[in-house]
């Protein structure tokens, strides 16, 4: 680092030094953990399916399912504002100011406060327009909307625990969230069988448990900060909203932030296709899309690697590591793709029979995984390469890029291809994925080139002006 923290605690001994030294085992000891906390989120979800598929019945599967793109519009806001807060930490710990790493923990909680509180109310009174949009059948809307509007007001605790989440990669302290998370992973298992077998609350129970278990892990994460001994001590009485601070927030997360909710757009596009071919593929496409959100974690882990090792390598002033930095991450976020895409789709069918036990809808599913999980690696290379530029302090283009390579792009597709004769069948829906993933990893690797040179310029600029 350009210059030595002052303050060592106890919590030092899970910090990752990314600015110096070897890179692959560096970023691989930050992602695994990454990986697997993605992995215990994801359960949160796939019990909810799991537990209302085998005790509910294929209306309450469909109705949790079809309730995932409206959640997600909502939750993907968020996610994108917590990389606006991994990137502004891990700068500030990359140069060593203990000042801006104590500004920026306590802008980014309450930002997560106050945003998690208007995107609750947001989510609720948009409820029914988000299922009536996504094309839900009627007779699944009351379903949905009861398991939607539980997952709303808990988007609060959400957005703590992910900004308090995007502090500790910043830091490169990726195995604490995971601890946190597995106790709330089993506890929510634990919630789910109990609320719907037991209390027979069927979607009801299976949000109330996905709620309580996150209060679990926001707690667990929220606490460990009070408790820490240096710069990175939460103390209630500091918060506040550093203008300083709040401004890098949302240069970076909320352009990332309206990348993921247009995402969320186009994939409520493509939901409401799926929607037009009944209940059978609306069930097989969830089923498939909870298989898949693991193929994905496991790939993304590679995506806040490139962030963070790219947020704090700048911050200390090394743009010559970006480089490797991008070129490990590439490598390894494609050897993710393809071995744990290739994996899921040949055992599809016993995957997809922990979903249900309808025939119909483990067909309708195994398609679903022929168009995406094999590909899925061209995903993780488009998602890598933003990742990396972000880092850089570049948010807007990549966003852009985004909007039409991918959202815009899903869209027209579904508007013409699907159209065409004998394209309009479930396969052309799915077609629609690999395609805008190829062309938009075209497009921002042409930007990253760009961005990178920009940067390099700036900081040799710099350094001979000093």
């Keep these: ?22 890179i692959l085992k560096k970023m691989l000891r930050f992602a695994i953990p990454v990986m697997f906390s993605g992995l215990l989120q994801l359960l949160f979800n796939a019990a909810d399916i799991i537990v209302v598929g085998r005790f509910a019945g294929d209306e309450a599967l469909a109705a ?7 959640v997600n519009l909502i939750v993907t806001l968020l996610i994108g504002l917590s990389t606006g807060v991994n990137v502004t930490v891990a700068k500030a710990y990359g140069a060593g100011r203990e000042k801006d790493i104590s500004e920026s923990v306590h802008t980014a909680i309450l930002l997560a406060i106050i945003g998690g509180i208007l995107m609750a109310i947001t989510g609720l009174l948009s409820c029914q327009w988000l299922l009536k949009v996504t094309g839900t059948p009627e007779e699944i809307v009351p379903l949905s ?3 939607m509007n539980i997952l709303f007001i808990g988007i609060p605790i959400m957005a703590l625990y992910n900004f308090g989440s995007g502090i500790f990669r910043a830091r490169g302290d990726t195995k604490r969230p995971l601890y946190f998370l597995l106790a709330a992973g089993i506890l929510n298992v634990c919630l789910n069988l109990i609320f719907v077998i037991v209390f027979h609350l069927a979607v009801v129970g299976v949000a109330l448990a996905t709620v309580l278990s996150q209060i679990v892990s926001m707690s667990l994460i929220i606490g460990t900060l009070m408790k820490d001994k240096g710069a ?8 506040r909203l550093y203008r300083s601070k709040v401004k890098p927030i949302l240069v970076i997360g909320v352009p990332a932030g309206i990348q993921g909710m247009l995402f969320s757009i186009s994939n409520m596009a493509i939901q409401s296709s799926i929607n037009s071919f009944g209940k059978i593929y609306m069930a097989g496409s969830s089923a498939s899309a909870s298989l898949e959100g693991f193929t994905f ?22 743009v010559e590591r970006v480089p490797l930095v991008f070129r490990t991450a590439i490598t390894l976020v494609t050897a993710a793709g393809l071995i744990l895409g290739l994996l899921t789709y040949s055992f599809g069918r016993p995957l997809l029979s922990i979903y249900t036990n309808n025939p119909a809808v483990i067909d309708a599913g195994l398609i679903r995984m022929l168009f995406l999980c094999v590909p ?12 990396t530029t972000r880092g850089m302090g570049y948010s807007i283009v990549p966003t852009f890029i985004t909007v039409i390579g991918v959202c815009a792009l899903r869209i027209v597709w579904i508007a013409t291809v699907c159209q065409l004769p004998g394209c309009s069948t479930i396969h052309w829906v799915y077609a629609s994925y690999p395609f ?31």
């Design 1 to 22: 680092m350009s210059k030595e923290i002052e303050t060592k605690d106890r919590s030092s001994k899970y910090e990752i030094d990314m600015t110096n030294g070897p």
């Design 64 to 70: 949790v399912g079809a309730s995932s793109s409206p």
């Design 145 to 147: 909307s009861q398991y």
């Design 232 to 239: 990175f001590r939460l103390e209630l009485r500091k918060l």
């Design 297 to 318: 974690v496991g790939m993304d882990a590679f995506t806040q690697s490139a962030v963070s090792f790219t947020s704090q390598n700048i911050g200390a002033g090394k």
């Design 376 to 387: 899925y690696f061209l995903c993780g290379i488009q998602n890598v390469i933003p990742g």
């Design 436 to 466: 805008s993933w190829t062309v938009t990893a075209i497009s921002h690797y042409i930007y990253y080139k760009i961005a990178y040179s920009k940067t390099l310029k700036e900081f040799r600029k710099d350094a001979a002006i000093a």
